[in-house]
């Protein structure tokens, strides 16, 4: 009986230090703030910001007009900037070819050239509006930039439930 009293003595014992006050609680880890119109982040990128960086939104607007996907590169999306440098080469590509068969069939006076001369304005046309889609697309990126990706979906008894974080600042 005395070892019993003995051993729930000790345990109060630890349990009631593990509340006392004067213990060093390590601070908590400082809240990172967005940068300031026209500032830059300058180091490592973290696992939270993803390797995402702030740029003005019509700089990045005129870098994915000027070439696809500068852009988005330059916000840290690299996949979409992918996507629209291969669609660039696709229709540049195909263009180019589509005008050197227009000029074959003109040298020997086919009657298939007007359709010809139709598909190479087709891809002239896609060219052209991959430019603008990029463009629009980058200038939309760079105002999300700081949007959080987190997206939760878990199952719940009667179907699914989706939450997803949106940081307001005041």
Request: glycine share 16%; proline share 0%; no cysteine.
């Given at each position: 009986m005395l070892a019993l009293g003995g051993s729930f003595l000790l345990l109060a014992g630890s349990?009631?230090?593990a509340q006392d006050s004067a213990a060093a609680v390590p601070p908590p880890p400082p809240v990172p703030t967005a940068p300031q119109l026209g500032e830059e982040?300058?180091?490592?990128p973290t696992a939270t910001d993803s390797a995402r960086r702030y740029i003005k939104p019509m700089a990045a607007f005129w870098r994915s007009l000027l070439i696809p996907g500068w852009g988005q590169a330059r916000v840290?999306?690299?996949l979409t900037a992918g996507v629209f440098v291969a669609w660039e080469g696709v229709t540049l590509s195909m263009a180019l070819k589509a005008n050197g068969e227009l000029h074959y069939l003109?040298?020997?006076n086919d009657?298939?050239?007007d359709g010809k001369r139709q598909e190479r304005q087709d891809w002239l046309v896609l060219l052209a509006v991959n430019h603008l889609f990029s463009a629009m697309e980058a200038y939309?990126?760079?105002?999300l930039w700081d949007f959080p990706g987190d997206l939760h979906i878990q199952a719940i008894p009667k179907g699914a439930s989706a939450s997803v974080n949106i940081p307001v600042r005041f």
């Open positions: 349990s009631l230090r982040i300058v180091g490592e840290g999306r690299k003109e040298r020997i009657g298939r050239v939309v990126s760079a105002h």
